[in-house]
């Protein structure tokens, strides 16, 4: 059968839909309790609109930008989500290559079916690690020294999941690890008071050793034991933007887990501004959650983002398609980017100005 053709990131969720066993579709695809917040993220986008510029020369249009000294080809970059080998066997390997291949940034999980070594070695590129502060320190601390020696860039510590949020079609499908898809990052960890008996063994025990203990003093206990520069990811308000600029971060990631933690969060794109005030362009500020188009895209550092980054697309683009499928849900969303340019008038990343949107506020004004 003929392959439908794909024309935008969308695409791939419903194809991935009919394609994946349903339990890990459900997994990808789910939020927490009633889903408000994950419907929320998409619909918050559609509520701003533009201010579009004309009769100014788009011929050539610059997308490149530099994130923390690094220079990327386009302000979109791979948020971490766990476990891509339920999508694809070749697993993060796969999103790392297309990633690369794109130009961009990769963030590998904490909670991924590859190693962050072979991770490192299918492909040159830059790459985050997102890091999960477990009970045991000492787990944590080589988590940091492996991703420090592969070379990546930055440590990006998760800090709005001290418990996992309720996914309910998880609980409903009785989730549970193939034989054949492991955590690879616990692999070669002393990890004795585990119960070894099978997969999902290692994923509850892993779990369990979530610290909801993690605090602002963590973060400056992270400063100490690694010189890469850490970012927080989760953070939604001005309040702990502040503390987390007090604390000597290098960039705030603004996300409420693609709707997966705590639910009636609102959307990240309406909480962008405030934020952005807070930090005053002391810190760059990414955005993740519900970023489905070059639009979305465009809003976000219309209203002050740095940078975003893409959960769900990679892992539905990659379960329809491998490598090829990441590939190119990260082209159409540069195509899509640079036409919303064009035809707003914007010729490089600077002039996404303000000026360039109008939200819902703007509209009460
Ligand atoms: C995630 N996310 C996530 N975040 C994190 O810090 N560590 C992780 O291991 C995971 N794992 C994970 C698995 C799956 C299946 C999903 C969908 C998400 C959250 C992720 O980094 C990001 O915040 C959201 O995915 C962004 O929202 P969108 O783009 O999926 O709407």
């Not at 994923?203 to 206990?221: E, M, N, P, R």
């Not at 007090?246 to 960039?251: I, L, M, P, S, T």
Request: aromatic residues 6%.
């Amino acid at each position: 059968r003929e392959m439908p053709l794909i024309t935008n990131v969308s695409d791939y969720e419903e194809l991935a839909r009919q394609k994946l066993p349903k339990m890990v579709y459900d997994f990808y695809a789910g939020g927490a309790e009633d889903q408000w917040t994950l419907k929320e993220n998409k619909e918050a986008f559609s509520k701003i609109l533009f201010r579009p510029r004309v009769l100014i020369d788009v011929s050539h249009i610059d997308m490149s930008t530099s994130i923390l000294g690094y220079k990327i080809s386009m302000p979109i970059m791979v948020a971490p989500t766990a476990l891509h080998k339920l999508a694809h066997q070749e697993g993060e390997v796969a999103s790392a290559q297309a990633t690369a291949a794109a130009g961009t940034i990769m963030t590998l999980s904490s909670w991924s079916s590859c190693s962050i070594e072979e991770v490192n070695s299918s492909a040159p590129g830059l790459r985050f690690f997102q890091l999960s502060v477990f009970k045991d320190r000492d787990i944590v601390q080589q988590l940091v020294r492996r991703a420090e020696n592969a070379g990546y860039k930055a440590i990006a510590v998760t800090v709005d999941a001290p418990r996992l949020g309720c996914r309910e079609a998880d609980v409903r499908n009785r989730f549970t690890l193939p034989e054949n898809v492991a955590l690879k990052c616990f692999e070669g960890l002393d990890l004795s008071k585990m119960d070894k008996t099978n997969a999902s063994g290692l994923a509850a025990y892993v779990t369990s050793q979530i610290d909801s203990s993690l605090s602002w003093k963590d973060i400056k206990w992270l400063q100490m034991i690694t010189w890469l520069p850490i970012l927080v990811k989760g953070v939604i308000t001005a309040e702990d933007a502040r503390l987390a600029i007090e604390c000597g971060v290098a960039g705030i990631i603004m996300s409420n887990h693609g709707g997966r933690q705590l639910d009636y969060l609102p959307a990240t794109i309406s909480c962008l501004e405030e934020v952005v005030r807070e930090a005053k362009g002391r810190v760059p500020v990414f955005l993740d959650s519900g970023i489905r188009r070059g639009t979305d895209v465009f809003k976000a550092l219309a209203l002050g983002a740095s940078g975003v980054f893409i959960g769900r697309p990679v892992l539905f683009a990659l379960a329809v398609d491998g490598k090829a499928g990441v590939r190119n849900a990260l082209r159409m969303l540069r195509d899509e980017l640079e036409i919303t340019m064009a035809l707003s008038g914007c010729t490089s990343l600077k002039d996404i100005t303000r000026d360039r949107v109008i939200t819902e506020s703007d509209m009460i004004r």
